[in-house]
């Protein structure tokens, strides 16, 4: 049986996996609350979970459970200026807006503090920092399905010299759209019906400048954004967990919690209690499902001198 403690640190049942980190075939990552916190890493080439040392508490909830590098900050202070923050906090400059900002909470910044975009209800404004001067103006997609949509998130400035522009779609979900600096749209993310939730939790980039960006139902998008014809898409279903709670409680979507990837692997880490993975063969296609082992690791010693616990590896079965 799955541990049925709850997740007390983030206040939901069944618990979900935090701490994730990616790095080339191997995950690593956590659930639950002590003292039925665990966590693991995961060769997921070989499909092997090996338990390690929990060494920390669950983070909050408003701490990311996908460990990724940090992005450039730009936040709107009272004074009109807002201030833009490099990647980590430091350093900072001061940028004067010229207008009001309608919606401070979704301006963005650029990693090298070299562009800013200032939504402004249905317009987007794309400014040239060191020139203090407009670079470009876009304007929300004229063939919305809803009328008098905003932009209500900030750009991924997803490389030196393109962006995936966000603009509402329904009353729940964004359409990204791929643009060059000088505001030319180059593409539609997943083409003209796919639609995410949210472009701030449902974006990841994957490697050099391929992104994925998961739809508002169990379908993943990748695209380069250099080429936007480098573009796959991915149904996810087969990652949800069996069984599945009552029909009156499941909605059948899944959580998308990390993506990574390499030239040879998609990998894929969900919140399905606690966590399910899949493994995309990029040659052929094939999705594998992983699942951690079905019970707590009990089996994982520890040292009665030393106070060190002994790592246990399981081999899992996987879903094919």
């Known amino acids: 049986m799955r541990a049925t403690d709850p997740d007390p640190a983030h206040g939901n049942y069944p618990p979900k996996a935090d701490s994730i980190t990616i790095a080339g075939d191997e995950v690593t990552l956590c659930w639950n609350a002590r003292p039925a ?17 929990v060494t920390s508490d669950a983070p909050d909830d408003d701490t990311p459970r996908f460990v990724q590098r940090s992005h450039a900050k730009a936040t709107p ?6 201030s833009l923050c490099a990647p980590g906090g430091s350093p900072c400059r001061s ?24 939504p402004d209800g249905a317009v987007l404004r ?45 009353p729940v979900s964004e359409q990204g759209r791929i643009f060059d600096m ?5 593409a539609i993310v997943g083409g003209k019906g796919f639609a995410t939730l949210g472009p701030d939790l449902d974006s990841w980039l994957v490697q050099g400048t391929e992104w994925a960006i998961k739809s508002e139902g169990n379908t993943l998008v990748t695209v380069d954004v250099h080429d936007p014809r480098v573009t796959s898409t991915y ?7 069996q069984p599945r709670p009552p029909q009156d409680s499941d909605t059948g979507i899944l959580d998308v919690l990390a993506v990574a990837g390499t030239a040879k692997r998609l990998i894929i880490v969900t919140g399905e209690n606690p966590v399910t993975i899949g493994v995309v063969d990029r040659a052929t296609r094939k999705l594998v ?9 009990r089996f994982a010693l520890r040292h009665p001198d030393s106070g060190s616990t002994w790592s246990t590896t399981v081999r899992t079965a996987s879903t094919e």
């Open 37 to 53: 916190r665990t966590c693991w890493r995961i060769d997921v080439a070989k499909q092997v979970f090996v338990a390690q040392p």
């Open 77 to 82: 202070r009272a004074d009109g200026t807002i």
């Open 95 to 118: 940028f004067a807006n010229p207008d009001p900002t309608q919606q401070p909470e979704w301006v963005g910044v650029s990693d090298d503090l070299a562009t800013v975009a200032i």
């Open 126 to 170: 794309i400014y040239d920092v060191a020139r203090a001067r407009v670079r470009t103006t876009i304007k929300g997609w004229p063939d919305s399905p809803m009328p008098d949509n905003r932009f209500l998130y900030p750009p991924i400035f997803a490389s030196p010299d393109r962006m995936i522009v966000w603009y509402s779609w329904t």
């Open 182 to 186: 000088s505001g030319k749209q180059l």
């Open 235 to 241: 149904d996810l279903s087969e990652l949800l967990a």
């Open 289 to 297: 499902k992983i699942e951690p082992p079905r019970c707590p690791p």
